[in-house]
């Protein structure tokens, strides 16, 4: 009979990669990970970190000016739909598949979330699913975090 192996606890791979983890001040963790397209974003207590591209930010809640959100259709899914309904006339399938597209288009869009920082000139950008983008907003917002109009 063999021995269970111990589990070497120091091999995880961590959650917060090393170029954010050296902007950590001492006694500073992160405490939520978003994922969205293109981007991560790593939240402390006192700043949000984005990592795009290698390239690393960092934006203190207190100089954030406001925020905006925003939801994006995926027009070809509501063209495609519209097509199929156009051609209903023919056959009852049309129509109905028509408007599940066209559905699919408006509800599948992403969300995006425009951060404008004081001192910056452009805004730093997140796309993605609204169950990332929400809770974003959601902590920036209750972090001193203005929020804007957008347009949806």
């Known amino acids: 009979m063999s021995k269970p192996q111990p589990q070497d606890t120091n091999r995880t791979e961590p959650l917060v990669p090393d170029t954010v983890r050296r902007l950590l001040a001492t006694g500073e963790t992160v405490d939520v990970r978003y994922v969205a397209k293109g981007a991560e974003a790593y939240a402390t207590d006192s700043r949000l970190f984005i990592l795009r591209g290698g390239e690393t930010s960092s934006i203190l809640y207190k100089d954030i ?82 929020k804007l109009n957008a347009k949806v």
Do not use: D, K, Y
């Open 65 to 146: 000016a406001g925020v905006s959100e925003s939801h994006r259709v995926a027009p070809w899914l509501i063209l495609a739909g519209a097509a199929l309904v156009a051609l209903g006339t023919s056959n009852m399938v049309f129509p109905v598949a028509g408007a599940v597209l066209v559905l699919v288009g408006v509800f599948r869009g992403s969300h995006r979330l425009e951060v404008l920082v004081s001192g910056r000139s452009e805004p730093e950008v997140l796309e993605g699913a609204r169950e990332v983008i929400g809770p974003l907003l959601q902590r920036l917002t209750e972090r001193g975090a203005r």
